[in-house]
T-cell receptor, first 111, second 115 residues
């Protein structure tokens, strides 16, 4: 069974600082990896999807890398803003596209 | 186009009652997934429908939980004799199958509270 771990569980940084969120997974035979954002009481917003053949994806200030051999993915958020405060979830796709989620990293960006 | 929709958005019920949660996937998406997000448990897979194949029910926590998908579109998740530990946000996602169609799209969820 795929186990997904996210470290740290919580992170507080001053505005402008770069954020580094870590995700690790036990089964390297993943198909894809996806990062989501969740605001309190809200659903999931997809941020980046990294296909199994890719090593990274970028969207604006966000960059996500994937290293299947080491079972790791990292989400970088450049020049953080208070609006980036949310919980960030990492999820690994199995061969039948079921998702295994990490517990999330709750980010607070202080103005 | 319309995304995945779920209803109701919130449901409060008494312990022991049955509840039905509805998911309308994106038109043309043949794969449909249900997940549950509980406090302290994170997001967990419940059940997966793919076209006309038998559903993958491996994530259902007990036989009080069941789901069906009619006409390959709308899905209903039913919880019988609800318990307080069933309180959670239930999320539905759909996916277009075929080469290159990998991403699941999530609905806003149904928040279930069992008193």
């Amino acid at each position: 069974k795929q186990e997904v771990t996210q470290i740290p569980a919580a992170l507080s940084v001053p505005e402008g600082e770069n954020l580094v969120l870590n995700c690790s997974f036990t089964d390297s035979a993943i198909y894809n990896l996806q990062w989501f954002r969740q605001d309190p009481g809200k659903g999931l917003t997809s941020l980046l999807l990294i296909q199994s053949s890719q090593r990274e994806q970028t969207s604006g200030r966000l960059n996500a890398s994937l290293d299947k051999s080491s079972g790791r993915s990292t989400l970088y958020i450049a020049a953080s803003q208070p609006g980036d405060s949310a919980t960030y979830l990492c999820a690994a796709y199995s061969s039948d596209y079921k998702l295994s989620f990490g517990a999330g990293t709750t980010v607070t960006v202080r103005a | 186009g319309a995304g995945v929709s779920q209803s109701p958005s919130n449901k409060v019920t008494e312990k022991g009652k049955d509840v039905e949660l509805r998911c309308d996937p994106i038109s043309g998406h043949t794969a449909l997934y249900w997940y549950r997000q509980s406090l302290g448990q994170g997001l967990e897979f419940l059940i997966y429908f793919q076209g006309n194949s038998a559903p993958d029910k491996s994530g259902l926590p007990s036989d009080r939980f069941s789901a069906e998908r009619t006409g390959g579109s709308v899905s209903t998740l039913t919880i019988q004799r609800t318990q307080q530990e069933d309180s959670a946000v239930y999320l539905c996602a759909s996916r277009r199958t075929g080469t290159g169609h990998n991403e699941q799209f999530f609905g806003p969820g149904t928040r279930l509270t069992v008193l």
